[in-house]
């Protein structure tokens, strides 16, 4: 994966079939290009894909004030936030308001370190993440 872009909010990230983790930070947002699922080495293997639903990307950020943090993307599918090689709980996954441009909201206490963010089932195209508190 590789950055075409950047700017605090507006990155165009690209998800290209490698392993590499492309780094998003708390408190930005950014759109991402999918690719193929299969085409992906996630860290904890997704649910099945099912096309048209069959693309991902696999993103990272680092964490350096533990509390609770809000994963919000645009466009419908799974969220998968990786830790040590495990998949974590959510605290909350919610829907988007209406209107907002937010599909999906999932609520993750994380503690201080690296994590993965997997994004998988997914429509081609691009999807707009972030990580808020």
């Known amino acids: 994966m590789h950055i075409v872009g950047s700017a605090a909010i507006g990155l ?25 699922q299969g085409d992906l080495a996630f860290p904890v293997a997704p649910p099945l894909p099912h096309a048209p639903a069959n693309h991902g ?12 943090y809000h994963v919000a993307i645009s466009a419908p599918g799974w969220i998968d936030m990786v830790r040590a090689g495990k998949a974590l ?5 919610r829907p988007g308001a209406s209107g907002s441009g937010v599909a999906k909201v999932l609520d993750y206490d994380l503690e201080a370190g690296h994590y993965v963010l997997e994004l998988s089932g997914m429509a081609a195209g691009e999807v707009s993440v972030s990580i808020s508190r």
């Open 12 to 36: 165009l990230l690209l998800a290209v079939p490698v392993a590499a983790e492309v780094p998003i930070d708390p408190g930005s947002a950014a759109t991402v290009r999918l690719s193929p």
């Open 57 to 68: 990307a696999i993103l990272s950020t680092d964490i350096d004030e533990p509390g609770r």
């Open 89 to 93: 709980e959510p605290i909350a996954d």
